[in-house]
């Protein structure tokens, strides 16, 4: 929980900047055809490919972390649920009681770990690299609501303030006495005293800014400017159209090979 | 809507009437997608990943929370919309410290129910589906939970504002029915797309359906009705709480509270009706 994307954007300048649209439109279309194509080759290569892309931007490290904690769950659980539980598997490898380990279970499970690790992968790989503020210049030029990007940008940023938040005043309430015990009604005690007074706060703080954001026009409609220059090339816009039509041909592929073999 | 301008002639009615027809469309989309989903029972659930299903799903339920979010988003105003942010960050500390934990809970919506209470089922919707499209920037696998959360804060924002929050046995009610329905709603997602569950602890319960013989959306399907309604009641519950700890002066700032009651107490100046029931709960 301590990692954050948006961290990425103080990070060292890379020297080529690309537009936060492309790298969007690359790792969506990434996710889509490897969903579409479910290929355990393709799903491989595209965890091979983002692991190496994060490790040459610099963030191979969050993003493991954050994909392990992702997928270890997701994995054992799958590993669990279809490696020994598989009434459609036939070739039983072995068995105990009602619980059967089936290969096609086993091998269901692994294709949907890999498809999904890929999918997760090369969303994070997104996450973690693009700057948050020039997504957000190039969201709100492209038309986008200013205020999705205002909430997105706020969420973001007010994620790591709020935990130090509920440590501040998790230390407050120590030193006023809480002791947490292992008891259950002790740890709901504890919960309610933290959760009270840091929403409490927190709902406090959203009115002071709603009215300094409406004193700033937040709710104007009208054309805004914007002096963040985000970089844009012809290369770049054709690239992602590219993408977005590769996507969506894969995905219409797959509907109609799905229409044809039902 | 939070400051209509004196001067310049008004532009909402074709501006509300094509907000009305975004909503429309979402929730038609959202609908149809788990119609389809559920009828065709596609067979090609346990057929190997890359299923046509996975991406109907995907498709049709963010298509839905997208179309839901434009329609919403631009309507609330500015101290609803400061408050998203702090509702999302809420969803995702809780949720995942709960989520990875050993049991079967999630707890990942008391934000979004947070809202739906302070400022009724349009600002509900929106926020759970914006919690999910933002949350995904960490985790990618809620994503496609975005409709069913979407569903959430509607049906939370329905509950307060029929006076189930006026009576403190009542939030877990609502709570329990909210869960039953959209926990049958996800159950298609997390079959079709994940092909089983995130938790631990859950996976733990759709194993035991499955030992039985259960087809997996069947057996998911029956986890989600063990596992959201219980949730649900927890989350209702918190979050009666907390709202009734607000100060009187941060509740003031929410239209929604005063305009239908929401909350049991003495009724709001400005109003002519007689004093809600018994205990008054003001701090």
């Known amino acids: ?262 | 809507m939070s400051s209509p301008s004196l001067t310049l002639p008004s532009q909402e009615r074709p501006a509300a009437r094509r907000r009305r027809l975004l909503e429309i469309l979402g929730a038609l989309a959202i609908a149809a997608t788990y119609v389809y989903l559920v009828l065709n029972q596609p067979a090609d659930i346990t057929g190997g990943p890359g299923s046509a299903s996975a991406l109907i799903a995907l498709s049709g339920f963010l298509a839905g929370a997208v179309l839901l979010i434009a329609a919403v988003l631009p309507t609330l105003p500015a101290s609803t919309l400061v408050l998203i942010p702090v509702a999302l960050v809420l969803n995702i500390v809780l949720g995942q410290f709960v989520g990875s934990t050993l049991v079967p809970f999630y707890l990942d919506a008391i934000g979004t129910v947070l809202i739906a209470v302070l400022a009724g089922p349009a600002a509900g919707a929106a926020t759970g589906a914006l919690s999910s499209i933002v949350w995904s920037f960490f985790n990618p696998t809620v994503l496609p939970f975005a409709a069913g959360a979407a569903l959430i804060g509607c049906l939370a924002g329905l509950a307060a504002r029929y006076g189930l929050f006026r009576r403190f046995y009542l939030a877990p009610v609502a709570g329990f029915v909210t869960g039953i329905i959209a926990g049958v709603v996800s159950a298609p997602v997390a079959a079709f797309v994940f092909g089983g569950t995130s938790g631990v602890a859950t996976g733990a319960i759709v194993s035991a359906f499955r030992a039985m013989g259960d087809t997996l959306l069947a057996a998911i399907t029956k986890q989600a009705l063990i596992s959201d309604p219980m949730d649900k009641a927890i989350v209702f519950t918190i979050v009666a709480i907390l709202v009734y700890a607000l100060p009187r002066r941060a509740r003031q700032q929410f239209p929604f509270l005063r305009r239908h009651r929401v909350l049991a107490g003495k009724a709001p100046a400005g109003t002519t009706e007689a004093p809600a029931q018994g205990a008054a709960r003001d701090h």
């Open chain 1, 1 to 262: 929980m301590t990692a954050s994307p948006e961290r990425s954007a103080a990070g060292p300048a890379r020297p080529v900047r690309l537009n936060p649209l492309t790298l969007l439109a690359a790792a969506g279309s990434t996710a889509v055809i490897t969903t579409a194509a479910g290929s355990w080759p393709l799903s491989l290569t595209v965890i091979g490919a983002s692991l190496g892309l994060s490790a040459a931007g610099g963030t191979a490290r969050r993003v493991l972390a954050a994909a392990a904690a992702i997928l270890v769950p997701l994995g054992l659980s799958l590993l669990m649920l279809h490696g020994l539980f598989f009434p459609e598997g036939t070739t039983v490898l072995a068995a105990w009681g009602p619980a059967r380990v089936t290969v096609e279970g086993l091998g269901f499970a692994g294709q949907r770990i890999l498809q999904l690790g890929a999918v997760v992968l090369a969303l994070l790989v997104f996450s973690f690299n693009v700057s948050l503020p020039d997504l957000v210049a190039a969201l709100s030029a492209r038309g986008v609501q200013g205020r999705f990007a205002f909430v997105l940008a706020s969420t973001l940023t007010l994620l790591p303030a709020i935990s130090a938040r509920e440590r501040r005043i998790r230390q407050a309430q120590e030193s006023r006495g809480l002791v947490v015990t292992r008891n259950l009604l002790s740890r709901l005690a504890a919960f309610r005293l933290q959760a009270v007074p840091l929403v409490l706060s927190l709902v406090e703080d959203a009115g002071t800014r709603s009215a300094a954001l409406e004193a700033r026009g937040l709710s104007n409609t009208g054309p805004r400017t914007s002096y963040r220059e985000v970089p844009d090339s012809r290369l770049q816009r054709t690239a992602r159209a590219v993408l977005v039509l590769a996507a969506a041909a894969a995905l219409v592929l797959r509907l109609v090979q799905a229409g044809a073999s039902a």
